[in-house]
């Protein structure tokens, strides 16, 4: 019975690396893009005198 558990969940765990991978890489891609058309967010950093 657990060699049948453990099985399983590292099925389930390498389709879950698989498909956070994948969903990161996607969102960066449209993050990406959708900066690239708006321009992006500038932040300037200064100091107080």
Same mark, same amino acid.
């Given at each position: $019975? %657990?060699?049948?558990? %453990? $099985?399983?969940t590292s099925v389930i765990a390498v389709i879950d690396v698989v498909l956070m991978t994948a969903l990161a890489t996607l969102g960066a891609f449209i993050y990406n893009l959708s900066a690239g058309f708006v321009g992006g967010v500038e932040l300037? %950093?200064?100091?107080?005198e």
């Open positions: $019975m %657990l060699p049948r558990v %453990l $099985m399983f300037t %950093l200064a100091e107080d």
